[in-house]
């Protein structure tokens, strides 16, 4: 069935350090890719999409390009900040259950 | 604009006693979904709504939990009885359409004693 196998965490970085999570996933056809964050104390709000092969999503610094012939969507940030401590979580988009495939989540912790 | 509203925020309980969440979509979203998120581990789908129509409950444990969304609004999720293994977070979110981004509410956490 359709999976996605995220970056095990935690991660910890100081702060205006390169951020790399990576993300790969298995699923039917060409699935919609989402990244979604959790901050402390929060709910799950969406950070970035891309729908189609070799669209890059970006938002708040933030950047992952959908690579279909590696079937990854690898989230990047050039300068990490304190408050982009939470946890990160990959969804592709199953066609074929008609629902988002969650990640087991990346725990990011960034100090000063 | 409000965004999802769930009640309550924490929750504490004996097993084999009820309980009950709550959840209010953003206004206009026809699609509703309730999810478990276990600790350390992403949200699984527990079941979605189109309207007031629940279209994909196959993984909602049948035996004990039931929801409802009764005229295609407000949405209740029921645990009856709770065992010790329910003890999770329960997430509500709602989106327009079906493939569009999906709006989480705060979640509830359960905790069965």
């Known amino acids: 069935g359709d999976s996605v196998t995220q970056m095990e965490g935690p991660v910890t970085l100081s702060e205006e350090a390169f951020l790399t999570i990576n993300c790969t996933y298995t699923?039917?056809?060409?699935?919609?890719l989402f990244w979604y964050v959790q901050y402390p104390g929060e709910g799950l709000q969406l950070l970035l999409k891309a729908t189609k092969a070799d669209d890059k999503g970006s938002n708040k610094g933030f950047e992952a390009t959908y690579r279909k012939e590696t079937t990854s969507f690898h989230l990047e940030k050039g300068s990490v900040q304190v408050s982009d401590s939470a946890v990160y979580f990959c969804?592709?988009?199953?066609?074929?259950?008609?629902?988002?495939?969650f990640g087991a989540g990346t725990r990011l912790a960034v100090h000063p | 604009e409000a965004g999802v509203v769930q009640s309550p925020r924490y929750k504490i309980i004996e097993k084999k006693q009820p309980v009950a969440f709550w959840c209010n979509p953003i206004s206009g979203h026809n699609t509703l979904y309730w999810y478990r998120q276990n600790l350390g581990q992403g949200p699984e789908l527990l079941i979605r709504?189109?309207?007031?129509?629940?279209?994909?409950d196959s993984q909602l444990p049948k035996d004990r939990f039931s929801a409802e969304r009764l005229k295609g609004v407000d949405s209740t999720l029921k645990i009856q009885p709770a065992e010790l293994g329910d003890s999770a977070v329960y997430l509500c979110?709602?989106?327009?359409?079906?493939?569009?981004?999906?709006?989480f509410g705060p979640g509830t956490r359960l905790t069965v004693l």
């Open positions: 969804a592709p988009y199953s066609g074929g259950y008609n629902k988002l495939i």
């Open positions: 979110a709602s989106s327009l359409e079906l493939v569009d981004e999906q709006f």
């Open positions: 699923a039917t056809g060409y699935p919609s």
């Open positions: 709504y189109e309207n007031e129509e629940a279209v994909d």
